[in-house]
């Protein structure tokens, strides 16, 4: 049975609502995603790990879900924000409703809620706390409540999204674990599977179809936990290693920024998002919030050196602030032409880049993919980008 629900923004603003899935009070950050498809892939995003996510697109649920989209082992949103729920799926491969998906999981969904008018206040006034509630309809509670919350800025949300413990991925899903403590034999821990190269990937939250993508280029991967140091990794005599991406403030993360400047020079790195800004921050640059954070699907994105455009998926709130960086051998590669944010990196000495938005996803559906053939190729020569 549906329920009245409020969110209650910390400016006090108010938006009345009713459940379609679970109850209860959550509070976290209020975002909103522009893309008309992809919500299974969204709500089980660990970037989206301590934020309240709203979907612009007005009928949510109307293809339901399936174990093959899921881009980690649970739902990741605080809670899910539709205009229109569609509780009949009508898809071949739908195996669940959207409401019994998020049920399971113990998230809230809510609808009726008119995210038309709340994403226009969160670009005008920038991405905000709140509280939503079946408990408590009183707004001046709600907003008290939201501006007590602890909000992103500051919060290491990565310990909180990451793998306990270190595993193999093989054939498209999570392989055996792997106990990394003591005398380490990589023969051993490589065994099984199909594979040139031997990539180590840091999970700060990483989506499945990244190591997807990795995996069908020919890789061997090993996951292991953000917090693993640069010597564990070394011993695994990778040929490659690729930072993921994740949630929360980039700036409270200093130990995956530590671990990444002790692998500068000693193995080809390639990052996407979270890891892109780990690698901005390593080579000396400082991270800044975004008004109101880029997610969606239709991102312009330029390759400075082509000058090609690609129009690529995103999801983050926090940026590289390139004139942070004085280093004249790192490059910016990339540009965002909605408001010229850096979206790109690489150095002229060192085998390492990173891209801002995310080159799995595929919205073009081809632009980005390039980018997974450039880290192939980075491994095979051990050298920088030309």
Known sequence: ?????????????????????????????????????????????????????????????????NPEDVESRAVQVSAFLVKEYQEFPSNFRSTQSLREYL???????????????????????????????????DPVSLAAKAQASPGLVGIDLVKEVTCHQAYRWLDGAPGPDLNLSGELDPQELWAGGEGHFKVVCLDCGIKFNILRRLEKRGNKLIVVPASTPAETILKLTPDGVFLSNGPGDPAAVTYVVDTVKNLLGRSPIFGICLGHQMIGQALGGKTYKLKFGHRGANQPVMDLKTSKVEITSQNHGFCVDSDTIDDPEVVMTHLNLNDRTLEGLSHRQVPVFCVQYHPEAAPGPHDADYLFDRFQDMMQSKAPLA
């Open 1 to 65: 049975m549906a329920l009245d629900a409020l969110l209650v923004l910390e400016d006090g603003t108010a938006f009345h609502c009713r459940t379609f899935a679970g109850s209860g009070e959550v509070a976290a950050e209020v975002c909103f995603n522009t893309a008309m498809t992809g919500y299974q892939e969204a709500i089980t995003d660990p970037s989206y790990k301590g934020q309240m996510l709203a979907m612009t697109y007005p009928l949510i649920g109307n293809y339901g879900t």
């Open 103 to 137: 049920e399971a999981a113990g998230v809230m969904g809510v609808e009726g809620l008119d995210t038309r008018a709340l994403t226009r206040h969160l670009r005008i006034r920038g991405a905000m706390k709140g509280v939503l509630s079946t408990e408590d309809l």
